[in-house]
């Protein structure tokens, strides 16, 4: 089995939240490295060299979105760090703002020092209550022990951190929604362009990036980018925290190297399938990455590549997993519901696609649907794919429409048997 | 004739106004405050945002307020209706449901007699579904008001946590009347 990798996170049990276990533990020192010794464009040089990819799910290069900053001086400028983590199955960020925040504020720090950042605004789910007293306590020490005000370290670099609550919406997850919500508005997402980069937080220059990316930094700033593109793959460097949940033994969070099987992340780490089930489905990066039968969740490797030619993509790396007692039918339509309750109803395709789509899966479930009405799930799901303001409609419609393209026969026993056929089905919606 | 100046009796007590101003230095514009301070009007007013607060937090933000009312429907966090003083959101989203999230809600349910949107009659309890919550890894899970997450829960769990609730209310009644 392969080894946890701990970059991100503390060993098992340990807690690294306060500052003097952090420092005990390299903590500090690539901000050290990277304000007294490096030049701002030759880190943002390293982070692009690194390969980093972003860790909040579309996977766009970290280093690359930092190069996109104008060079035209205009102040200030920010960061919006985003610890939305909303997607459902993903449990990471919150791993690391609770047991290893000052990873983060290092990793801001050095983001902000590399792109002459005045000031970062980490957004958190108003419902992290653990989370945001762990990072605003950090933040604090962080402040009294100089890493962040005035002068930090003496490079000249006036910078702060403030973390900001949400109020329950995943929609401020997207990354203009957020920006919306912080700036103390609906979190409806914004047309674009203009991009963040070149208006962001109140029409400045912003860089947004999730937590994970972010507190990678100080590890590729301390050890090279050389080093860290020995771990995971090609084109998906360094580890990342997948979250397993669902019908396993032991599920849970484990930081492991990207490009892994998935079959070994199941079945080993997370301790293999409740006694005597078999592999039915699995949803390999958070509920709006398209499902993968048995049979192809045994041969993927969790990388961007891999699984994008397997016809799903790596999402948040939350991993969930159904044995053959599960009705995906019923899987299919919470994630429908879910989906239509999180829309925020600006684009007609995605406020009533997502509220039809519901409507029609509820009415599988019930047995009540007809053949035909499966059609029309499978042509409301293309409908809503593209042309919106955000990326939700389409989430809806992978998250929902690949339920069906790979199991259009639970569906079809579904309408035949008028409600479900399974026998001992083991999980209600 | 001209109109005397309508009189408003400020409803946001002294501190709770200090903790939102406190709030300010931190941001380019106040504006950006109106979440935390719908959050600080939740804590002290028992877990929901009264009516008559809205036009006073509204003028200490500078906005109108219909700015602040549609931030508060848009929001699940915000209760624009009263709770109860405990106020319990099970996550029904899929990998809890996969763990048995249902079945708590049922519990829940039946043992306090109440539904999604009631009240128990005696003011101390009210449950709600909510989607994914972050602990899927741990499910199912509930929060309690703003606490911290109750994770790998079972049905079994749920008579020690309401006796745990009923408790502390207890405790909390029996200080305010030695006040
Ligand atoms: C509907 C929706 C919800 C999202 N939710 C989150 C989230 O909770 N956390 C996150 O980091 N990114 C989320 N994203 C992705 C962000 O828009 C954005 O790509 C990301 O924060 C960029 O950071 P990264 O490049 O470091 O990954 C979401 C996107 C969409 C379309
Ligand atoms: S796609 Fe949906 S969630 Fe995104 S902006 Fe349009 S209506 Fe809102
Ligand atoms: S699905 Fe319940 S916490 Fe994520």
């Avoid at chain 1, 766009?60 to 760090?81: E, H, N, Q, V």
């Avoid at chain 1, 050389?226 to 979250?243: A, R």
């Avoid at chain 1, 089930?277 to 041969?299: C, D, W, Y």
């Avoid at chain 1, 790396?317 to 239509?340: H, K, N, P």
């Amino acid at each position: 089995m392969t080894e946890q990798l701990r970059l991100l996170l503390p060993p098992e049990g340990d807690d690294w939240s306060p500052i003097e276990n952090y420092k005990q533990n390299q903590g500090y020192e690539a901000a050290a490295k990277a304000l007294q010794s490096m030049k701002p464009e030759d880190i943002v040089e390293e982070v692009k060299a690194s390969g980093l990819r972003g860790r909040g799910g579309a996977g766009f290069s970290t280093g690359m979105k930092w190069s996109f900053l104008p060079k035209d001086g205009r102040r200030p400028r920010y960061i919006a760090c985003n610890a939305d983590e909303s997607e459902p199955g993903t449990f990471k960020d919150r791993q690391i703002l609770e047991r290893n925040p000052h990873k983060l504020i290092e990793g801001l720090l050095i983001a902000a020092w590399a792109n002459t950042i005045d000031a970062a605004y980490v957004y958190m789910r108003g419902e992290y209550r653990g989370a945001f007293e762990n990072l605003v306590a950090a933040v604090d020490e962080a402040r009294a022990a100089g890493y962040l005000g005035k002068n930090v370290l003496g490079s000249g670099l006036d910078f702060d951190v403030y973390v900001h609550r949400g109020a329950g919406a995943y929609i401020c997850g997207e990354e203009t929604g957020l920006m919306e919500s912080l700036e103390g508005r609906k979190g409806q997402p914004r047309k674009r362009p203009p991009f963040p980069a070149i208006s962001g937080l109140w029409k400045q220059p912003t860089v947004i990036n999730n937590v994970e990316s972010m507190s990678h930094v100080p590890h590729i700033v301390l050890k090279g980018s050389e080093w860290f593109k020995t771990i995971g793959k090609e084109k998906s460097t360094g580890t990342t925290i997948f979250g397993v949940s669902g019908q396993v033994m032991n599920p849970g969070a484990f930081e492991l190297p990207l490009g892994l099987p998935l079959r070994e992340i199941i079945f080993e780490h997370a301790g293999g399938l409740l006694p005597g089930r078999s592999l039915k489905a699995v949803i390999p990066g958070g509920v709006s990455m398209p499902v993968l039968t048995a049979e192809m969740a045994m041969e993927v490797d969790m990388d961007h590549d891999t699984l994008q030619k397997a016809g799903t993509l790596l999402g948040t790396g939350a991993i969930i997993v159904m044995d053959d007692s599960a009705c995906l039918v019923r899987a299919a339509t919470v994630i429908a519901r879910f989906f239509r309750h999180e829309s925020c109803g600006q684009c007609t395709q995605c406020r009533e696609g997502t509220g039809w789509l519901h409507k029609l899966m509820k009415s599988v479930e019930a047995g009540t649907a007809t053949m035909q009405d499966l059609d029309t799930i499978d042509e409301v799901t293309s409908f809503m794919e593209g042309h919106t303001i955000c990326a939700l409609s389409d989430a809806a419609a992978w998250g929902t429409g690949w339920f069906l393209r790979r199991f259009r026969s639970e569906f079809e026993a579904h309408i035949e048997h008028g409600g479900c056929p399974l026998e001992g089905a083991s999980f209600e919606i | 004739m001209t109109a005397e100046p309508a009189v408003v009796a400020p409803v946001l007590p002294a501190a709770l106004r200090e903790r939102i101003v406190a709030e300010f230095p931190k941001y380019p514009e106040k504006r950006a405050v109106l979440l935390s301070a719908l959050h600080f009007v939740q804590d002290t007013f028992e877990g929901w945002i009264p009516q008559a607060v809205v036009p006073e937090v509204a003028a200490l933000l500078g906005l109108k307020p219909i700015d602040v009312w549609e931030v508060i429907h848009f929001y699940a966090m915000f209760n624009s209706e009263p709770v109860g003083r405990c106020h319990l959101r099970v996550c029904t989203n899929l990998s809890c449901c996969l763990r048995g999230a249902r079945g708590i809600m049922r519990r829940l349910e039946e043992t306090l007699a109440v539904r999604p949107g009631e009240v128990t009659p005696d003011g101390n309890f009210s449950v709600g579904e909510v989607e994914c919550l972050g602990s899927c890894g741990t499910a199912p899970v509930i929060q309690v008001n703003n606490e911290r997450y109750r994770e790998g829960l079972s049905e079994d769990d749920l008579p020690g946590l309401l006796d745990e609730l009923r408790t502390r209310l207890a405790e909390q009644d029996a200080a305010k009347d030695e006040e």
